[in-house]
């Protein structure tokens, strides 16, 4: 009997044994089997599931317009993956790379809204009031003559650049650059109805970001440059113009040349930038410290009405703070010009020279513009304009301070 149970113990823990091991390989089969499962899921992953992951937001960067969020792929970026998936992302690059090369011809807010709404582009205009910005390098052909090509073309792409950067900060769009000169507007084809204030900021902010331009062109011995700006907002036709396969985005319009002829101004009255009638009236007030200038033709010749324009020196300083010496100058000056052009055209002519020679003497005889204007007054003092004089200077100009200084 006891070598009986001897025996049926010894091949129990033989059988406890054998089932011991054969758990065992199950368990390393199944270890094996889920280690080599979860490699291939990282494979598949990394091959498929992460190329389409990157795919998909860069689709819905598009669809969500954030194309300046896309951003090329490197080749090491582009080595992973299926071939399908590559070649999948290789073509999405290319028009990645379409869509910003086109918004370098275009302007962005163009691009987004045909983006927007699925469609192509096609020929059309729409009459929309806008505010318009021309600018110019002063005398720019004699800095071009000093300098090489080369040199040329990274001034002005420095230029360029920035004042761009400002434009479209002040959401304004580059319709194009000229030569030197910079067309853009403000309220189009985004609607804003404070188009004219942010025109307006823009130019302050563009005139100030030239003195930045010149410390970077004195570093590398460039000429420095300035500025003459022409700000005007009227009615113009404005949208895609051409033909099928070729088109732009422009304006038409009488009032569409005024920013240039604004422009041109400058260099009469020795101004940085002029504003019309019409852009003045739909500035915020007290926001702006601004002077009259003069009345002058913007649309066609004497058979058209006389316009006012101005000069905006600088924004008013936040309110509460303290102004400084040279904004109490151009408050002023601004103060001497705007009832010197009251009295000038009331006929009052000895009056408004008074006041143009108080704003010479202010500015320690540097203000060009109240030295033409009381040579002005004082020609029309002696001379009388005829009646219905509608305040526009008719006559040759006369040399120019050479009767102040007799009179000072």
């Given at each position: 009997?006891?070598?009986?149970?001897?025996?049926?113990?010894a091949?129990?823990?033989?059988?406890?044994?054998?089932?011991?091991?054969?758990?065992?390989?199950?368990?390393?089969?199944?270890?094996?089997?889920?280690?080599?499962?979860?490699?291939?899921?990282?494979?598949?992953?990394?091959?498929?599931?992460?190329?389409v992951?990157?795919?998909?937001?860069?689709?819905?960067?598009i669809?969500?317009?954030q194309?300046?969020?896309?951003?090329?792929?490197?080749?090491?970026?582009?080595?992973?993956?299926?071939?399908?998936?590559?070649?999948?992302?290789?073509?999405?690059?290319?028009?990645?790379?379409?869509?910003?090369?086109?918004?370098?011809?275009?302007?962005?807010?163009?691009?987004?809204?045909?983006?927007?709404?699925?469609?192509?582009?096609?020929?059309g205009?729409?009459?929309?009031?806008?505010?318009?910005?021309?600018?110019?390098?002063?005398?720019?052909?004699?800095?071009?003559?000093?300098?090489?090509?080369?040199?040329?073309?990274?001034?002005?792409?420095?230029?360029?650049?920035?004042?761009?950067?400002?434009?479209?900060?002040?959401?304004?769009?580059?319709?194009?650059?000229?030569?030197?000169?910079?067309?853009?507007?403000?309220?189009?084809?985004?609607?804003?109805?404070?188009?004219?204030?942010?025109?307006?900021?823009?130019?302050?902010?563009?005139q100030?970001?030239?003195?930045?331009?010149?410390?970077?062109?004195?570093?590398?011995?460039?000429?420095?440059?300035?500025?003459?700006?022409?700000?005007?907002?009227?009615?113009?036709?404005?949208?895609?113009?051409?033909?099928?396969?070729?088109?732009?985005?422009?304006?038409?319009?009488?009032?569409?040349?005024?920013?240039?002829?604004?422009?041109?101004?400058?260099?009469?009255?020795?101004?940085?930038?002029?504003?019309?009638?019409?852009?003045?009236?739909?500035?915020?007030?007290?926001?702006?410290?601004?002077?009259?200038?003069?009345?002058?033709?913007?649309?066609?010749?004497?058979?058209?009405?006389?316009?006012?324009?101005?000069?905006?020196?600088?924004?008013?300083?936040?309110?509460?703070?303290?102004?400084?010496?040279?904004?109490?100058?151009m408050?002023?000056?601004?103060?001497?010009?705007?009832?010197?052009?009251?009295a000038?055209?009331?006929?009052?002519?000895?009056?408004?020279?008074?006041?143009w020679?108080?704003?010479?003497?202010?500015?320690?005889?540097?203000?060009?513009?109240?030295?033409?204007?009381?040579?002005?007054?004082?020609?029309?003092h002696?001379?009388?304009?005829?009646?219905?004089?509608?305040?526009?200077?008719?006559?040759?100009?006369?040399?120019?301070?050479?009767?102040?200084?007799?009179?000072?």
């Amino acid at each position: 009997t006891s070598l009986a149970i001897v025996e049926t113990r010894a091949k129990s823990e033989q059988d406890a044994l054998a089932s011991m091991m054969t758990s065992v390989f199950v368990m390393v089969c199944i270890a094996i089997a889920m280690a080599v499962l979860f490699t291939d899921h990282l494979h598949f992953t990394r091959r498929l599931l992460s190329p389409v992951r990157a795919l998909t937001e860069d689709i819905q960067s598009i669809a969500q317009l954030q194309l300046a969020g896309l951003q090329s792929e490197n080749e090491e970026g582009r080595a992973e993956g299926l071939a399908e998936v590559q070649l999948i992302r290789d073509i999405f690059e290319k028009t990645k790379m379409a869509i910003r090369s086109w918004g370098k011809y275009v302007p962005w807010p163009v691009v987004q809204l045909l983006l927007a709404a699925g469609v192509d582009a096609e020929r059309g205009v729409n009459e929309k009031e806008v505010t318009m910005f021309f600018s110019d390098i002063a005398g720019f052909t004699t800095i071009v003559e000093s300098l090489p090509p080369e040199k040329t073309l990274m001034l002005l792409s420095r230029y360029f650049h920035d004042m761009s950067e400002v434009i479209e900060a002040h959401r304004g769009i580059v319709i194009e650059f000229i030569g030197d000169a910079i067309f853009s507007v403000y309220g189009a084809p985004l609607g804003n109805q404070k188009h004219a204030d942010y025109g307006m900021r823009a130019t302050l902010k563009m005139q100030k970001a030239v003195s930045r331009i010149n410390s970077w062109s004195t570093k590398r011995k460039l000429p420095k440059i300035n500025i003459r700006c022409g700000i005007h907002t009227g009615e113009v036709l404005i949208g895609n113009m051409g033909f099928h396969s070729r088109m732009k985005y422009g304006v038409v319009g009488e009032d569409s040349v005024i920013p240039e002829r604004l422009e041109g101004l400058n260099k009469t009255y020795g101004t940085k930038n002029l504003v019309s009638e019409a852009t003045f009236q739909r500035l915020p007030a007290n926001q702006y410290i601004w002077r009259p200038i003069d009345c002058v033709y913007l649309k066609g010749g004497r058979a058209s009405q006389a316009d006012k324009i101005y000069e905006v020196m600088d924004r008013v300083a936040v309110e509460g703070g303290s102004r400084d010496r040279r904004g109490r100058l151009m408050e002023m000056l601004a103060l001497f010009c705007d009832k010197a052009l009251q009295a000038y055209l009331n006929r009052d002519f000895l009056k408004a020279a008074r006041h143009w020679k108080q704003g010479f003497s202010l500015t320690r005889g540097q203000d060009m513009v109240c030295s033409l204007m009381y040579e002005h007054a004082m020609y029309y003092h002696k001379h009388p304009p005829p009646e219905g004089w509608d305040g526009v200077w008719d006559q040759a100009t006369p040399e120019q301070g050479a009767e102040f200084r007799v009179l000072c």
